[in-house]
């Protein structure tokens, strides 16, 4: 158990009055958590304490060799006020795995889940009201050591800060396009694609440019050593409908293990349809195409939970996929997962996490 220090801001801000216009990670609310980590001491001085900048050392190693890793999940409101989080503790555990893989310290599921509850219950006048909105939770951890030495680190810090978003589909959920990207690569396997990691966003970056010049939203991501098999889409996963059934990439290493992929997984498993995850070629999914058995293509993640695929580009091949609209089974799973989200559904899995 952690013994959380509570210091309250004397200074509150005003909460945003016209929740339409939120948008993504714009404003912040007025507490954050913090715990420190020395390799001597280990955790100690968990608190949550008024929202502020950080201050420092220019040599602080997540300024310079990459050391930082991630989680985003959601506090969503019910009709009757009750704030609830989905699944919070496969975060907690995913954290732990990127810990691993970068040598930053390990933060157990429990403190994990502790320090965020509580900080929920203290901001949870934030978290908006109107339909589809919710507060976006951010916990990361950076290395911060003084150093510009080169190894696993002595010292990091452990902080989530909170952040009041808008609806993902404020004018409905309208198809992407997607480019097929066959020169950058995301993640390699004995990379750090599995992990919640800065430095693969960084790395990212440059080929959600290249798309975006092209008018598409996003890339599809291939293999790091063929260019063959497809991973991800952007900062999603991806599923595709081909003929009856569900396929997605296998966490093979240079996947990340998505809570809304497993979900989307776990409820197609539940309704008793065809799921399979699997190595997908570049190949399977063109003649899918040509053959018209591609029925239906989405994204998975936290921050749009589906993201239907209305049109993929490769070279100068343009596919239409399901004549640009969501499809049935992305339909549901949509209607699923935010019904069970915002409690309008009841919750057969035991997802939920009611916190005040
Ligand atoms: C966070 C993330 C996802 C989605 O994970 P969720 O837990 O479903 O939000 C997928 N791919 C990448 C690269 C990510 O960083």
Aim: hydrophobic fraction near 40%.
């Amino acid at each position: 158990m952690l013994n959380i220090r509570i210091e309250k801001t004397t200074a509150p801000k005003a909460k945003p009055a016209d929740e339409s216009k939120l948008g993504f990670g714009q404003i912040f609310t007025d507490h954050m958590a913090l715990i420190d980590w020395n390799l001597e001491k280990g955790w100690y001085d968990p608190r949550i304490v008024p929202f502020a900048n950080f201050s420092m050392h220019p040599a602080c190693t997540c300024l310079h060799y990459g050391s930082e890793i991630f989680e985003g999940l959601k506090a969503y409101r019910t009709a009757d006020g009750k704030i609830q989080l989905f699944r919070p503790q496969e975060n907690a555990r995913r954290m732990l795995n990127s810990s691993e893989r970068l040598c930053l310290p390990q933060l157990s599921e429990e403190d994990f889940m502790q320090i965020l509850t509580e900080l929920v219950k203290i901001e949870a006048d934030w978290v908006p009201h109107s339909e589809g909105t919710s507060l976006y939770l951010r916990p990361f951890l950076i290395g911060s050591d003084e150093t510009l030495g080169v190894h696993a680190v002595h010292n990091a810090i452990f902080c989530i800060i909170c952040s009041p978003v808008g609806s993902y589909y404020k004018e409905g959920i309208n198809p992407v396009g997607i480019m097929i990207e066959d020169a950058d690569v995301r993640a390699v396997r004995g990379g750090t694609g599995y992990a919640k990691c800065g430095g693969n966003y960084a790395a990212s970056n440059r080929a959600g440019e290249k798309a975006e010049q092209k008018g598409y939203s996003q890339v599809l991501w291939l293999d790091g050593v063929e260019r063959k098999y497809i991973e991800e889409v952007g900062a999603m996963n991806v599923m595709f409908k081909i003929n009856g059934e569900v396929v997605t990439p296998a966490l093979t290493g240079s996947i990340l293990p998505g809570v809304t992929r497993k979900s989307c997984i776990e409820l197609l498993k539940s309704k008793g349809m065809p799921v399979s995850e699997r190595l997908l070629s570049l190949e399977e999914l063109e003649r899918a195409m040509d053959e018209g058995t591609l029925e239906e293509a989405w994204g998975c993640g936290t921050a749009a939970v589906v993201s239907p695929i209305g049109k993929l580009a490769y070279k100068d091949k343009v596919f239409i996929v399901n004549h640009g609209e969501i499809g049935p089974v992305t339909q549901m799973l949509y209607d699923t997962l935010t019904g069970i989200q915002w409690g309008k559904l009841d919750d057969p899995f035991g997802w939920i996490v009611p916190v005040c």
